[in-house]
């Protein structure tokens, strides 16, 4: 299982107001361990007034760039982004683990083909990774992206998309749309079911597009998902991930919720077998044990705490992340499952 390794702050570049660009420096012998594929996170551990804090955030370099960069928007409460925004500087160390994450975009340099992308808001970090290493490592192929914000000042990475533009001309076709405000040759509103007619039947009517990545709030998601398949677009070529998701339903049966199982947990090959509520989370229960099993968002937005069952089952009450088959073979968010047999043993080393 990966562990947090401490990296240094190279730059931080201003994005807005309220965003930045963190770029870290990786040591030699950490060179390969921070290798990443476009479209990756990274998960940060630090300490802001004598608590822990775990984050994940999106790589936006391109894998060939020799950068390992992430952005961090502040968000109203967030204690990290908040802190990262105003506190972190050049020099500044951060326990760091290496890149994760399913939302992935395999470049191959001799395909020819069309990747269109919808982001909205800070939804551009993952989305940008993956059309700057398109465009640099695919030289015959093209990219779309329908990036959705308020307006051009809270705009992340605005210049950078301009200047890719100017690079790459054709092969990079830039739709922006600003929610309060109009700009010339920009759409007003925001990303909704005529944006995705507007693509797919007006804009790009016959163009073959391979596959689409989805990035942003998860009603936005929802939207331009249901518009694809609607049109035609199976549900294997879309990609997405969250970076907001909706209170977790809660499927776990009142009758389960007062039984006790026991759970056997083995992270690092050490096992820690003892006995837990069917009511708990297979995290919280391993976490209040004091084991030191992998997690960050504990949403279900992330996949940092995944693990596998190996004996028994459990019922996840929220799943974002992961494909009927990985769950068919037993694995299952840590943070979002219940137990729903009398003994089971969930494996953190096995995924």
Same mark, same amino acid.
């Given at each position: ?7 240094? *702050? ?29 479209? @990756? ?6 300490? *802001? ?20 960069? *992430? ?108 929610? @309060? ?23 790009? @009517? ?111 009450? @929220? ?33």
């Amino acid at each position: 299982m990966s562990r947090y390794h401490t990296l240094k *702050i190279s730059a931080i570049d201003r994005l807005t107001d309220a965003a930045i660009k963190i770029t870290f420096e990786v040591p030699g012998n950490l060179k390969e361990t921070f290798l990443f594929k476009a479209g @990756q996170y990274l998960s940060l551990k630090t300490n *802001i007034d004598g608590n822990e804090i775990r984050r994940d955030y999106s790589i936006c370099s391109s894998v060939n760039s020799g950068d390992l960069s *992430i952005a961090v928007k502040a968000v109203k409460d967030g204690t990290f982004s908040n802190y990262a925004n105003q506190k972190l500087s050049v020099g500044s160390a951060i326990e760091v683990m290496p890149p994760q994450g399913r939302f992935i975009f395999e470049h191959h340099p001799d395909k020819t083909r069309t990747i269109a992308a919808f982001a909205a808001g800070s939804g551009i970090t993952p989305i940008l990774s993956i059309g700057k290493t398109l465009l640099e490592e695919e030289p015959f192929s093209n990219f779309i992206l329908v990036y959705g914000n308020k307006s051009a000042k809270d705009t992340m990475f605005l210049n950078e998309l301009i200047k890719l533009k100017d690079t790459y001309g054709n092969r990079f076709h830039l739709h922006q749309i600003y929610s @309060q405000e109009r700009e010339p040759d920009c759409l007003f509103g925001r990303i909704e079911k005529s944006t995705v007619n507007l693509i797919v039947k007006n804009k790009y @009517q016959g163009v073959n597009i391979e596959g689409f990545y989805l990035c942003g709030p998860e009603a936005m998601i929802n939207t331009v998902k249901d518009v694809l398949v609607e049109n035609g677009v199976r549900n294997q070529q879309i990609k997405f991930e969250l970076f907001t998701a909706s209170t977790p339903i809660d499927n776990v049966t009142q009758a389960a919720s007062s039984e006790e199982t026991t759970i056997k947990v083995i992270v690092d090959e050490e096992e820690t077998e003892f006995v837990m509520q069917k009511s708990q989370t297979i995290l919280e229960a391993a976490l209040k044990k004091d084991i030191d099993a992998p997690y960050s968002c504990q949403g279900g937005i992330c996949s940092s705490c995944v693990g596998r069952i190996t004996e028994g089952s459990a019922t996840m009450k @929220q799943n974002n992340i992961l494909t009927d088959s990985e769950v068919a073979e037993g694995l299952v968010l840590t943070c979002q499952a219940c137990p729903t047999s009398d003994y089971i043993v969930v494996d953190y080393d096995d995924v």
